[in-house]
């Protein structure tokens, strides 16, 4: 029976929105996490976007994250429901990525990465930039920095240090108390 993967890098992560059967640390080759794509729908507006995380192709890179195993029985509807999710605006393409498990085993799993020819790709904005955007932006799962602190809490939890994240965290942390 074939098995049923979802890499997840960012708010999948935290909430996958779906039954997870197994949860292992794995890693993807030749993409970086990056926030890099404009959201208007989740964590920002038309009017005022947000920037959410996207697995960006980059030679050379390596993304670590989580990959989710969803059980046989589920997958039609986890499928469909990510779909829905992650495809609203169609700026990731769905692709089967091959992916190392921490434990040594090697799997496909879907993962959803930056179409960079889409108006929503904001690819190489400053630290300062993309700070004053996620601490300014609010959408419809609630405010941007909260899918930046929930991302940086939980990579923290399963011991992936991300230098770049956790500084901007911090800029994202300093804004809304300067306005507080």
């Not at 292992?24 to 030749?30: L, P, R």
């Not at 964590?43 to 995380?53: K, W």
């Not at 390596?62 to 589920?74: F, H, I, N, P």
């Not at 495809?87 to 769905?94: D, G, Q, V």
Request: aromatic share 8%; proline share 3%.
């Amino acid at each position: 029976m074939p098995e049923h993967w979802v890499f997840a890098y960012g708010s999948l992560m935290w909430d996958p929105g779906f039954e997870v059967a197994e949860c292992v640390t794995a890693q993807v080759d030749g993409y970086a996490r990056r926030f890099c794509m404009q959201s208007v729908v989740y964590r920002g507006t038309e009017e005022n976007p947000g920037l959410v995380l996207a697995l960006d192709h980059e030679n050379g890179a390596v993304c670590t994250g989580l990959a989710l195993r969803v059980a046989a029985t589920d997958w039609p509807e986890t499928l469909a429901g990510l779909r829905e999710r992650e495809l609203a605006t169609h700026a990731y393409s769905e692709e089967m990525l091959p992916i190392s498990l921490r434990d040594g085993r090697r799997v496909e799993a879907i993962g959803y990465v930056m179409r960079r020819d889409h108006c929503q790709y904001v690819g190489g904005l400053s630290l300062a930039d993309q700070a004053r955007i996620i601490a300014g932006a609010t959408g419809g799962r609630g405010p941007n920095a909260d899918y930046l602190f929930n991302t940086t809490r939980h990579l923290a939890q399963i011991g992936v240090s991300d230098e770049a994240l956790a500084e901007l965290a911090q800029r994202v942390q300093k804004i809304i108390d300067t306005k507080a």
